[in-house]
């Protein structure tokens, strides 16, 4: 088994507290014994997987810090960046969340948007042509389509937002709102500029509070200075709302044109394991090395050969790449989202973020091979909301 070696990660604020059995009460006591904040429980359908807080606040990094942390994929959290932004959003974001629990409750999304405050956004830059449901995807809800005018003419067609499950889970009620253009699964996002440009136009109206990113200038120059571009736009926009026992599975946002992702916490907090794959792969292969990950795979996988097949997949450095890629192996996937042992070694290893309001996370996003995975929890008992928007250069 080969470990390539990699500049080892920035240590994050956050500790692990507690394994997921331990009861609330004895959790919030171990943390407050250590003077540590608030435990929170990192929890996404269905599957505890640790207890962890915050140590102290991080402190803001500064710009070369942020520049060598880009360079090497590995994601930087920049903590109470904008929380005077939020709260000059926070009626757009009351009414994002009321529009969400309406939708949970039935609600037509397009329906939704017809009536005020949307349909005043909306007019006179953009038509609604239509709004259907695809019943070969079982996540969505509901797609819009739109014209992007002026007068009479047309200037960006079949610009889109589809609003979906983030799971197939009955008790998991996150949903996304993403914007793009195109026919959906086959756009080349990076060959439009100009329609990539309306949609976000779209995603403005239909959501102000994406302000807190797109008309946030030091975020720009912050930015710019750290990635060396003169310009940048913020493309591809994903609304995101987080419910109690929800989140993102591990992934990557590699998309041809883009640099990275910035994610900025609206409302409510996220919890985030996030590092270079590089290093991710590092992790999996020395924790299947140790005892830990032995005993910990053999709970997490009774049958002797589905172990048998993924240490073999694990060994070999660019079968694990390829695997990782392919994102449909369930022993694989299972040990990544759903192994408590391999979560606590993240955390000890400095790879958990907590977001609250106000705080962002930049995710470069290179290519296949240098760019930040991560994992999203939610950490409330109510539903939060997050913007995620790609960064191109302009």
């Not at 003077?35 to 070369?64: H, I, K, N, S, Y």
């Not at 992702?261 to 996030?274: C, D, N, R």
Request: proline letters at 5%.
């Amino acid at each position: 088994m080969s470990i390539i070696s990699q500049p080892s990660s920035p240590r994050s604020s956050v500790a692990y507290v507690a394994a997921p059995e331990t009861p609330s009460a004895e959790a919030q006591n171990l943390a407050s014994q250590q003077g540590w904040g608030e435990a929170v429980l990192l929890r996404r359908r269905g599957t505890a997987l640790a207890w962890v807080a915050e140590r102290q606040r991080p402190v803001m990094p500064d710009v070369d810090s942020l520049r060598q942390a880009w360079q090497a994929a590995q994601p930087m959290l920049l903590p109470d960046f904008a929380p005077a932004e939020v709260q000059a959003q926070s009626a757009h974001i009351r009414q994002s969340l009321t529009l969400v629990e309406a939708i949970l409750d039935g609600a037509e999304v397009a329906a939704y948007f017809e009536q005020s405050p949307y349909v005043e956004r909306l007019t006179p830059g953009f038509e609604m042509l239509a709004a259907f449901e695809d019943e070969g995807d079982p996540q969505e809800i509901e797609t819009l389509e739109f014209d992007a005018v002026q007068g009479d003419e047309v200037i960006a067609e079949n610009l889109w937002v589809k609003a979906s499950w983030l799971s197939f889970e009955d008790d998991d009620a996150s949903l996304r709102f993403r914007f793009s253009f195109g026919l959906v699964g086959y756009e080349d996002v990076a060959a439009d500029p100009a329609r990539q440009h309306y949609a976000a136009a779209l995603t403005e109206a239909l959501f102000p509070e994406s302000a807190v990113i797109s008309a946030n200038s030091r975020l720009a120059v912050l930015l710019q200075t750290a990635l060396g571009v003169a310009g940048l736009n913020y493309v591809e926009r994903i609304v995101y709302f987080n419910a109690p026992n929800g989140g993102a599975q591990f992934h990557q946002d590699v998309e041809r044109g883009h640099l990275g992702v910035v994610f900025a916490q609206a409302h409510g907090g996220t919890g985030w394991l996030t590092l270079p794959k590089q290093i991710l792969m590092n992790e999996i292969q020395a924790f299947a090395a140790g005892p830990a990950g032995a005993a910990a795979l053999a709970e997490l996988l009774l049958q002797a050969k589905l172990r048998k097949e993924v240490l073999n997949i694990i060994g070999e450095r660019e079968s694990l790449a390829q695997t990782l890629d392919a994102g449909d192996h369930d022993a694989l996937e299972a040990l990544l989202n759903r192994c408590p042992a391999f979560t606590r070694q993240l955390v000890e290893h400095g790879h958990c973020y907590l977001l609250r309001p106000g705080d962002l996370i930049l995710l470069p996003q290179h290519d296949a091979e240098h760019c930040a995975w991560h994992t999203v929890f939610c950490l409330d008992e109510f539903l939060g909301e997050a913007l995620s928007f790609a960064v191109r250069a302009a």
